[in-house]
């Protein structure tokens, strides 16, 4: 069975620091990779995927993620976070052919200081 | 295009009782998938349903069914009420096709509250 690590329960930052998300996937064969958002009140919304190709994806708002398939890792990256990316960050997998089913992570909740 | 809706949005319901939720995907999508977000276990999949037929079930006991409608829409009933089953329940749908497949969106949530 397939499962994701996410390393970081909570992280707090300063607006213009730099962000990496640790993300570690177990699964043996093709995944595709994922990374949600939930900001406060709202729904899931998708930031960037990672399919097939080039390892490094870019979302919305200026996020990225880095495919590592050696080490199972998706980690998540902005270069300057802004107050506004408070929210909880979810990575997630899709295993198997035709299987539309995510195994999600627990989330890292970041909260951003002005 | 309109997203994926969920109603009711917050429920209260009382041990023992059973309860029906409903979303509606985005049209066009025939994949409905159904999680259950608690803040102790995170985002769980419970099931999926594509084109009326159940594709996967996740680790949930048999209290949890759901449905799918040729429509589309897709309920998801809890018999059998316990403390435990207060939980975000999030509605997700794909298409089957394009340059999002297999992408789920989701919708609001609704909140089921368990006294």
């Known amino acids: 069975a397939q499962s994701v690590s996410q390393h970081n329960h909570h992280v707090i930052l300063s607006e213009a620091a730099s962000l990496e998300l640790g993300c570690n996937y177990s699964y043996g064969g093709t995944v595709n990779l994922f990374w949600y958002v939930q900001y406060p009140g709202q729904h899931l919304q998708l930031l960037l995927k990672?399919?097939?190709?080039?390892?490094l994806v870019k979302g919305i708002k200026g996020f990225e993620a880095e495919f590592i398939k050696s080490k199972f890792s998706f980690n998540l990256r902005k270069p300057s976070v802004q107050w506004s990316d408070t929210a909880e960050y979810f990575c997630a997998l899709r295993a198997g052919a035709g299987s539309y089913q995510l195994t999600f992570g627990k989330g890292t909740k970041l909260s951003v200081i002005p | 295009k309109a997203g994926v809706t969920q109603t009711p949005r917050y429920l209260i319901k009382t041990r023992g009782q059973q309860v029906t939720l409903s979303c509606s995907p985005i049209?066009?999508?025939?994949?409905v998938s159904w999680y259950q977000q608690t803040p102790g276990q995170g985002l769980q999949f419970l099931f999926e349903?594509?084109?009326?037929?159940?594709?996967n079930k996740g680790n949930f006991p048999g209290r949890f069914s759901g449905r799918q409608f040729s429509n589309s829409r897709s309920e998801m009933n809890v018999s059998t009420l316990e403390l435990g089953d207060s939980a975000l329940y999030l509605c997700?749908?794909?298409?089957?096709?394009?340059?999002?497949?297999?992408?789920?969106?989701f919708g609001p949530g609704t909140r089921l509250t368990v006294t």
């Open positions: 990672y399919f097939s190709g080039d390892p």
């Open positions: 997700a749908s794909s298409s089957s096709r394009g340059g999002d497949l297999y992408e789920q969106y």
């Open positions: 349903y594509f084109s009326e037929t159940q594709r």
């Open positions: 049209s066009g999508h025939r994949s």
